[in-house]
Structure formats: structure tokens, C-alpha cells
């Protein structure tokens, strides 16, 4: 499966989408970063990303051709050039198994996320492939972005399920500054609250309380991430 990342709108969590949601559960997939100037994978840690330009279209088109499964977290800066390399090849849009579209709550965000939308839309690919992806949630999708939902069920251009969202958490800021990934704290094999009982010196022992703070906060993010994406990519 291959799929693309993308929206107009910038910091909406395409980058988190890509490098924390899609690739631990497609771990042989190939990872495209078309960026320029923000944020991509590597800057989270993530290992072997390929990072090209937007208007490189046909390379990317190459590489994709020798790869089963692919993620392409493409950049707002490098959307509209991608967009228009991609209308110089025939079926451009059909290498593409999905579009998913992280969205936020922030008015402007959204609107944006819609944008990309009919940007795709107009381009020809289906509505059961372009995903939308509730980002940043602090409870309920449907509460908390509601005009896109209710633009989905008007206008059937898209997809969207209050199933498939992502929680909003302060352990994604922690872990792109660990640069380490949610199994590499959870799955540690490190007993911190024991730790910080028996250890005398004070300074140690509240770092270990503290990683045991961070465990226990990342376990129900990647239970919401697990859940996430055996809805999105169904």
C-alpha cells in the first residue's frame, strides 16, 4: 500500500500522521519526505528517509515503481509544486492507494484540510481514498470538528470516521525530543517506578519518576494509535 500525507495547511500533524501512526505498522514500507523547509521524519528520529522536492515528481514516481508499500509525507510548502509536477504525468493520481489528510480543530485548518479535498477531488481521485484524520483531539472528533463532518456527509468527496482520530498529547513533544518512538519507551523492559522507590539519591529517583510519568502517558496514545489506523487503512 502506498500512501500520501498531505494538506495545504501547515502544522496540522502530517509529519506525526506519517512517522508515529503509519510507519511502526507498515515497518517495510518505504519513507518519502517531500519537504523543503519544515520538519520531516528525520527530524523525529526516524531512520532511512528519502527527502526530495515537490517538483520531483518523476523521481518519486521511479522510486515508488521498485516499492510495494510506501509512505510520502509531503509538505505544505511543496504541495502546490507537487500538485502541479504530478498533473504532467498520466494517472499521476492512481499511484496512490490513499490519501489521508490530518485536521485540526483551528477554523483555519480545517478549511484548509477541505481545500485539499477538492484539490484531489478536481484531480480525479475517488472519495474512498481521500482520508481525513482528526488530529489533536481532546475528546470527540465529531464534537470538535463538526463542519467536517457534516461537509462529508454533504458533499461525499471524502472520507472521515469518528473512529479514526488521534488524541491530543504532550507525550508527541516528548518523544521528538527523545527523537525515539512509542515501543522504544514503552516496550523498554524498565521498571521505573521501582526504580524511583529504591533509589536514595533524590535528583535520580524523580527521573525515574518521570519516565515512569512518560510511560504511563504514551500506553493509551499508542492504544489510539493502534485503534487510528486499523480504521483509517481498512
Same mark, same amino acid.
Given at each position: 500500500?502506498?500512501?500520501?500525507?498531505?494538506?495545504?495547511?501547515?502544522?496540522?500533524?502530517?509529519?506525526?500522521?506519517?512517522?508515529?501512526?503509519?510507519?511502526?505498522?507498515?515497518?517495510?514500507?518505504?519513507?518519502?519526505?517531500?519537504?523543503?523547509?519544515?520538519?520531516?521524519?528525520?527530524?523525529?528520529?526516524?531512520?532511512?528517509?528519502?527527502?526530495?522536492?515537490?517538483?520531483?515528481?518523476?523521481?518519486?514516481?521511479?522510486?515508488?515503481?521498485?516499492?510495494?508499500?510506501?509512505?510520502?509525507?509531503?509538505?505544505?510548502?511543496?504541495?502546490?509544486?507537487?500538485?502541479?509536477?504530478?498533473?504532467?504525468?498520466?494517472?499521476?493520481?492512481?499511484?496512490?492507494?490513499?490519501?489521508?489528510?490530518?485536521?485540526?480543530?483551528?477554523?483555519?485548518?480545517?478549511?484548509?484540510?477541505?481545500?485539499?479535498?477538492?484539490?484531489?477531488?478536481?484531480?480525479?481521485?475517488?472519495?474512498?481514498?481521500? $482520508?481525513? #484524520?482528526?488530529?489533536?483531539? /481532546?475528546?470527540?472528533?465529531?464534537?470538535?470538528?463538526? &463542519?467536517?463532518?457534516?461537509?462529508? =456527509? !454533504?458533499?461525499?468527496?471524502?472520507?472521515?470516521?469518528?473512529?479514526?482520530?488521534?488524541?491530543?498529547?504532550?507525550?508527541?513533544?516528548?518523544?521528538?525530543?527523545?527523537?525515539?518512538?512509542?515501543?522504544?519507551?514503552?516496550?523498554?523492559?524498565?521498571?521505573? $517506578?521501582? #526504580?524511583?522507590?529504591?533509589? /536514595?539519591?533524590?535528583?535520580?529517583?524523580?527521573?525515574? &519518576?518521570?519516565?515512569?510519568?512518560? =510511560? !504511563?502517558?504514551?500506553?493509551?496514545?499508542?492504544?489510539?494509535?493502534?485503534?487510528?489506523?486499523?480504521?483509517?487503512?481498512?
Amino acid at each position: 500500500m502506498k500512501i500520501a500525507v498531505l494538506n495545504y495547511s501547515g502544522s496540522v500533524g502530517k509529519t506525526v500522521a506519517a512517522h508515529y501512526l503509519l510507519k511502526p505498522r507498515m515497518p517495510n514500507a518505504a519513507f518519502f519526505s517531500v519537504e523543503t523547509i519544515n520538519q520531516s521524519a528525520s527530524d523525529l528520529g526516524a531512520d532511512q528517509v528519502s527527502q526530495l522536492q515537490g517538483k520531483k515528481f518523476g523521481e518519486l514516481l521511479e522510486a515508488l515503481v521498485l516499492e510495494d508499500d510506501a509512505i510520502i509525507d509531503i509538505g505544505a510548502s511543496n504541495i502546490e509544486p507537487f500538485f502541479e509536477a504530478m498533473s504532467r504525468f498520466s494517472d499521476a493520481e492512481q499511484e496512490f492507494d490513499l490519501y489521508v489528510i490530518p485536521v485540526t480543530p483551528d477554523q483555519k485548518a480545517w478549511q484548509e484540510s477541505l481545500k485539499t479535498v477538492e484539490a484531489l477531488s478536481n484531480i480525479g481521485v475517488q472519495p474512498a481514498k481521500i $482520508r481525513l #484524520l482528526p488530529n489533536r483531539i /481532546s475528546s470527540e472528533p465529531t464534537g470538535e470538528i463538526p &463542519a467536517v463532518f457534516n461537509y462529508v =456527509k !454533504k458533499t461525499k468527496k471524502a472520507w472521515i470516521d469518528p473512529n479514526a482520530y488521534l488524541f491530543e498529547s504532550d507525550i508527541y513533544g516528548y518523544l521528538a525530543a527523545k527523537r525515539i518512538g512509542f515501543d522504544q519507551l514503552i516496550d523498554d523492559g524498565v521498571d521505573y $517506578r521501582t #526504580l524511583a522507590k529504591s533509589e /536514595s539519591d533524590p535528583d535520580k529517583a524523580k527521573d525515574f &519518576a518521570r519516565m515512569y510519568r512518560w =510511560k !504511563k502517558l504514551a500506553i493509551p496514545v499508542r492504544n489510539n494509535l493502534n485503534d487510528a489506523f486499523s480504521t483509517l487503512v481498512s
